[in-house]
Each structure stands twice: as C-alpha cells, then as structure tokens.
C-alpha cells in the first residue's frame, strides 16, 4: 500500500506523521519540521490518523498566514503543547482498532465531543479504504461513554470522497488560483454524479457526460482539458487511497486535441512582439503609465519572467550573486509559489536595469517601509498576484495602437519576445531555459548538466537582449 502523504515508518516499523512547516511559519512556530509518533505499526490506523492531524495542522498553518497577512502576532506555538492536551493539533486519544468480518471496530479512551469526532472521521476513511459507503447513523451517532466500540460498515459516497481529497492538497504548495480549480472540477462533477452517490458507481460513461454537459455550456478545450485532468488526479487519489479498485482512471483520455486543434492553439497563442512594436509600447507615451506599471513592463522585457512571478516580488528578492546584481524568483515568501520546479532560478539584472533605476526604486520602497516591489499586489489574489500587471499592461497597448497579426499579444508576448531574440541571438538552449525558468526535458540535461553560474548566465544573455531603440528612463 502507498503511503499517503505526511506519513513515513521508522526503521522499527513504528509510523510517524511528520511534515515541513512552511519557511513564512517557522520563525513563528520555532519548527522547520512538525513530527510525532502515531504509536502504532498498523498501515490503515496510521493511514487514517495521517490524515486527521493533517487536517489539523493544515488548519493552524492557515490561521498563522492569517494573522501574518494582518500584521498579527502568532499566539505561542501550539505545537509545545503536552501531547495530551487536546490544544496541541498532534494530540490524538489512545485508539484501538480490531478487524471483523464485517469491517474494523475503533475504541477511544477520550470521552469528549472531540474525540468522539475524532473517532467517527477515522472510521470514515477506514472504511473508505474498504470501498463500502458509510452508513448515515454513524455520522450522527451519540456520543459514547469510554471504552464503547464504535461499530460500523458501509463505503464513501462521492460527495465525501471529493471533500476528504480537496483536504490533501496543501495551501502552501498550491497557488490560490489552481487550488480554485481543482476544487471547482471537482466539486462539478460530484454534485453532477449526486453527492450521496456511490464512489464506486462512477464510470467512464459518467465522466464522458459530464464532459459533453460542459461542451455544451461553451467551455474550450482548454479549459476541459484542465478540468478532466484534476479529476484524473481525484480518481488516482481514490484508487491509492483504497476507496475504489486499482484499474482503470475514468477521467483518463476524455479530453484529446486534435492535430488541427494543436495547430490553431500554436497559431492563435500568445505572439511575441517584432522591433516595431517594441518600439511603439517603450516610446514616447510609456513615460505617461505609472512608474510600477512601467517597472513591471521593463522586467518583462528584460527578464522574460512571467507576470505572476514579477507580481509576487519581495525586495529581499533582490539579491548579489557573482558580484551582481539579480533577481532571486521562489516560492519562499509568504504568499509566493511557482508554477514548476523549473521555475525557482536567479536571473541576473540586465545592465539597462539598473541604468533606469531599479536598485534606487528598490531602495526607496525599502526606506518607505514597504516590503514587496509592487505594495498594490494584493497576497492570495485568485487571479495571480500579477493580475494587476498584466491587466494595465493589455490595456496600455491597445491605447497605442499594438494589434496582434494573427493570435493574441498581452504581456506574456514579453516572455516569448525574450526566448525568440535569446534564439535569434544564438544563445544556446541550456542558458534559455536556465533564464526564463524551463525545464529541459531529457536525461543528459535533467541530470548531467550543472547551472550556470550569474556570470556565465550574464554573459550570454544579456548582449543578446539588447533594445537600442528604448531610450525611457526610469529616473
């Protein structure tokens, strides 16, 4: 059996539940790793303890961030709580779990409302385990004295199988937006199933239909695409988790492009911008937007980033490597995430830069106690945090007359502007990649090549982005 997340065995075959506090959390909890024992060798109870503490410390994570975003002290680590104290989110009573024919039985020694709660979740997703729905008395059950044996049999109905996956994944490793979605495709289809429906009930014919359900409300391909994939994820979580048989993925293959489709998604995508585009959008009128505005235009088109990345900047983001100047894009920060691992890179301040006032920018935001590049980005925004931007941006370059020839252009024509004059330029692939944060998808450079260092990265760089035309100063 897989283990879930957050759930790991020692070498005595004892399980422990462990995870990493988030790096914006751990100077307020003192941690950099929450882990405890679960006190028992048995897969499915630490299975299902596993996944009610998560819960629960995924709950105090959340109301940490809370009070951080609000300029509010965190209250003493709960997490230096005795174990026994019910405040501190690892405390879980004595359980005892036994194997019947019918299914398993859970005593508690807790007698209080929580425990007693406590008890019934985990009875939940044992028997999810089993693929037997569980029945509605359990959920409503009284609270029993010590000692009683909670019985029950039944399997997970797709409304609590969707609720208890929506509970995996993890704010801080999501961005607000996809977690958004996913929840949105998954909640879709269990409330188009029915939500007291059987899990196991669900078939390919069912995902097909509702598929076509959405065609028919207009939705693109895309965003199907996007939709199935989420519940290809669901499903692959139901199956590992033992709440369906392992086989076949419902969702898998529902929604394929077609070549010709392929080809008009490439043909309508995002264009990059030629000279005489550039020319008109960093020309005389850019002096009239507003310096943040004009701030993020310029890194786009010297850094190829992508606006969400530049919307989330910290000014502790601005960093020296190599003796540079450069510009440091994580997923560290409070509120900051990426959209791959490919994208966690340090890019090199272009020369330019620096001759328009970036630093002297930064430096006087640090001197107005500000903390991010741009104050108006709103932390945990669902569009991005560069939605601002990208916003103003789209709107600044129909004003002055910039037209796509045949797909679309808006600020993400910068990020493709940048790789195209890379290329055209004769900059080899690895420093593109490296750049603008992509991932080169092969064996030799996955785990041969080494990173370029800022000097190298620099050199090859920063001659081939080289706009003569652009005379604005930031000063």
């Known amino acids: ?9 020692s070498a005595t075959g004892v399980f422990h539940f462990r995870q990493k506090v988030p790096i914006p959390l751990q100077r307020a909890f003192g941690l950099r790793v929450v882990k405890r024992s679960l006190g028992t060798r048995s897969a499915r109870l630490a299975q299902a303890q596993a996944y009610v503490v998560s819960a629960r410390v995924a709950a105090t994570f959340d109301e940490a961030r809370r009070l951080i975003s609000m300029n509010e002290s965190v209250p003493d680590n709960p997490f230096d709580l005795p174990l026994d104290d019910p405040r501190n989110p690892l405390h879980i009573a004595p359980w005892k779990l036994e194997r019947t024919p019918n299914g ?19 009875l939940r997703v044992l028997l999810g385990a089993q693929a037997v729905p569980v029945s509605p008395s359990m959920v409503d059950a009284p609270i029993r004295p010590k000692g009683r044996v909670l019985r029950t049999t039944g399997g997970i109905t797709v409304g609590e199988a969707a609720r208890k996956y929506l509970l995996t994944l993890d704010s801080a ?37 509702w598929v076509q359900s959405l065609r028919a409300a207009q939705l693109a391909t895309p965003t199907l695409a996007n939709k199935t994939s989420y519940l290809k994820a669901f499903f692959a979580w139901a199956q590992t988790a033992g709440h369906v048989p392992v086989g076949d993925n419902p969702a898998q293959g529902q929604v394929k492009y077609g070549v010709r489709e392929k080809r008009l998604r490439r043909k309508l995508g995002f264009e990059a911008f030629n000279s005489e585009q550039l020319a008109v959008i960093y020309g005389p009128a850019f002096a009239k937007l507003r310096k943040d505005i004009q701030l993020g235009a310029l890194l786009g088109l010297y850094t190829g980033a992508r606006v969400s990345e530049l919307g989330q900047l910290r000014l502790d983001d601005f960093v020296t490597e190599d003796g540079l100047p450069c510009i440091r894009i994580s997923a560290e920060g409070l509120g900051q995430s990426l959209k791959t691992d490919a994208s966690e890179r340090t890019v090199p301040l272009h020369p330019r830069l620096i001759e328009w006032g970036v630093l002297r920018h930064v430096e006087s935001l640090r001197k107005a106690g500000q903390t991010r590049l741009f104050p108006r980005t709103k932390v945990g925004s669902v569009n991005g945090h560069g939605n601002f931007l990208s916003a103003a941006f789209g709107r600044y ?35 593109r990649a490296q750049f603008v944060g992509h991932e080169l998808g092969d064996e030799h450079h996955a ?29």
């Not at 059996?1 to 065995?9: G, N």
């Not at 398993?104 to 807790?110: C, D, I, K, P, S």
């Not at 004003?399 to 080899?428: I, N």
């Open 1 to 9: 059996m897989r283990l879930p997340h957050h759930l790991v065995r």
């Open 104 to 122: 398993f039985t859970l005593a508690t020694e807790g007698e209080s409302d929580q425990e007693h709660a406590k008890a019934v979740e985990v």
């Open 173 to 209: 490793l999501l961005p607000d937006k996809t977690r958004s979605q996913k929840c949105a495709a998954v909640n879709g289809f269990a409330t188009w199933k029915g939500l007291k429906s059987p899990l196991t009930d669900c078939t390919r014919t069912d995902v097909s239909e």
């Open 397 to 431: 370059i129909k004003t002055v007359g910039v037209e796509p020839r045949v797909g679309k252009v808006g600020f993400h024509s910068l990020r493709k502007t940048v790789v195209q004059t890379m290329q055209s330029a004769g900059v080899p692939s690895e420093y």
């Open 447 to 475: 785990a041969y090549s080494r990173r370029y260092s800022m000097s190298e990265l620099a050199t090859q760089v920063q001659i081939a982005l080289r706009y003569d035309f652009l005379l604005h100063d930031l000063k």
